[in-house]
């Protein structure tokens, strides 16, 4: 039938940047960011770095599970915050489980144990995840938008309330089991955990980068994000395409769970709300849709925090990250590494 | 012509007997509420090009939907190779050899030339004959091996038409659907790509091609059907079809 409503433009799909000029411009904003900690905290400057870093690591961890979800099913999966929180619960629980409650000085031990936590958490959050899109989005997926939307906050609530009245009502305490010596790497001075934290992140959005580019079950996500009747016609299985997608953003949200544990040792039933929402705009300051968008977005974010806090303006970090949003989204709607909209021929 | 063709014939005498490779046996479908297909009924025979003709909104397009299990008929029997396919999945018609080149032919603009064919192959087994297909795609559109690395996005429209048939190709069909793949073409393009969907079934294909393009589709085509608000109005060979009065009128403008 000729008259066949076609396919509405769409803005939004999981993509990868092959621009030249990105690493360039990813260069220049480290070496600007380095120089305004510099002016801002002086000899503390390479110490706020990492630690930029590292928060940073941990937004975009976050974060590309958004662009990741938003990129196929063009839903803005609020409930993904809380994947974040249950992963951090998961550390907790296995850790405390397994007997640990500081650092283990063994890496015969710390190397199994961290790669078993990882795994773990991974593993059930990827799950969970993909329950959640099962009972709660797919029914829902030819519904006007704002029905998955709100489900998706309901999810949100859930989830918290499980975890408020299954487990605490207050902060909990995770077991530092990473030892913490400071390390000199050349004229770099870091802390094993930090280290340990940056690398992981951007081993995993390597690894993310790697599998959508160059797979076969990363073209299917590609191709269904662009148009899923023509992903069908070519054989792929639509839902569990966007199943796996779904596994993969809670899994990646789920090691951040993780590392928020080992990293700052605390966690509490509505962390997920806050990082959530930062990691959110991360996507969107990146370009929804858009997976290394997503990734530099999480830095900018972390970077924008400890900048505010080396200024003294501590307190205000969060209004800077959204000032920061806005005035990103007012000169570049589509966000820093967006998509250029008539691609369609 | 079988028993099950309710719609008026012009020749029997040349219709292929045999099972045919397709069959539809009085299918309705609906969008929502529409009753768009009110009982289609068709062969299409191992070997043959079928055309589909129509005006605008006939249900050209929602019979090769329904055919490819993108619409369930709420009524009726689709059968490929004798085997019930009414309710197969959408992605699973693929692998026993149904091939689609879709309306506005819907390539994957954010991918290369390269990775639209390898979308193509997705549900492939056989890899060992991947590279014969890749040959006889790039052998059938030279264009495309020379744009290989470029983003479908950035071709031009005939360009894009002929990455939706190698695409579709790349599923090693026994049957190829072409939705109107004369749209919005250039006279010169379209020739060539009415020569390149005979070229593709001699080379063993069956063709169930779409059209509105009545003259150049009945031309290449073994039988046709026209089909108006959802019916078979008529049905023969392709030749008679276009001395056809009726067809004359309403597809040839007189």
Known sequence: MTTAVQEPSRTARISIDRRWNTPIGVAIALVVAYLLLVIAAGPQAQDQFINALTIGGVYALIALGYTMVYGIIELINFSHGEIFMVGSFVCW??????????????????IPVLVLTFVVSMAVMGVV???????????????????????????SFILQNLVFVGISNSIVTIP???????????????????????VLAVSLMFALQMFISRTKLGRAMRSTAID?????IMGVNVNSTIALTFFIGSALAGAAGVVQGLYFG???????????????????????????????????????????????????SEAAVFATLVLVLVFRPTGILGQQLADRA | MTDTQPAPDLADASTPSGTPL???????SYYGHIHALQGISLDVFPGEIVTLLGANGAGKTTTLKTIHGLLRPRQGRIEFEGNDITTMPAHDHVKVGIGQSPEGRRIFSRMSVLENLQMGSYSRKDKASLN????????????????????????????????????????????????????????????????????????????????????????????????????IVRSGPGPALLEDEEVRKAYLGG
């Open chain 1, 228 to 232: 899923r009747e023509a992903a069908q």
């Open chain 2, 22 to 28: 397709l069959r539809l046996t009085d299918v309705h």
């Open chain 1, 176 to 198: 530092q089991i990473i030892p913490n010596p400071e390390l000199h790497i050349g004229p770099i001075n870091i802390r094993l955990i930090n280290l340990f934290v940056i």
């Open chain 2, 132 to 231: 014969e297909d890749y040959a006889r795609v790039f052998e059938l559109f030279p264009r495309l091996a020379e744009r290989r690395n470029q983003h479908g996005g950035t071709l031009s429209g005939g360009e894009q038409q002929m990455l939706a048939i190698g695409r579709a190709l790349m599923t090693r069909p026994k049957l190829l659907m072409l939705d109107e793949p004369s749209m919005g073409l250039a006279p010169i393009l379209v020739e060539q790509i009415f020569s390149i969907t005979q070229d593709i079934n001699r080379q063993g294909t069956t063709i169930l091609l779409v059209e509105q393009n009545a003259r150049m589709a009945l031309g290449v085509a073994n039988r046709g059907y026209v089909l108006q608000t959802g019916r």
């Open chain 1, 93 to 110: 629980w296995l850790l405390t489980t397994l007997g640990f409650s500081g650092a283990i000085t063994d890496p015969l031990v710390l």
């Open chain 1, 266 to 316: 605390v966690t509490v039933f509505n962390i997920g709300f806050q990082n959530g929402l930062k990691a959110f705009t991360a996507a969107v300051l990146g370009g929804i849709g858009n997976i290394t968008g997503a990734a530099i977005g999480g830095f900018v974010i972390g970077f924008i925090e400890v900048l505010a806090s080396a200024f003294g303006y501590g307190r205000w």
């Open chain 1, 129 to 155: 995840g993909v329950v959640i899109e099962r009972l709660a989005y797919r029914p829902l997926r030819n519904a006007p938008r704002l029905a998955p939307l709100i489900t998706a906050i309901g999810v």
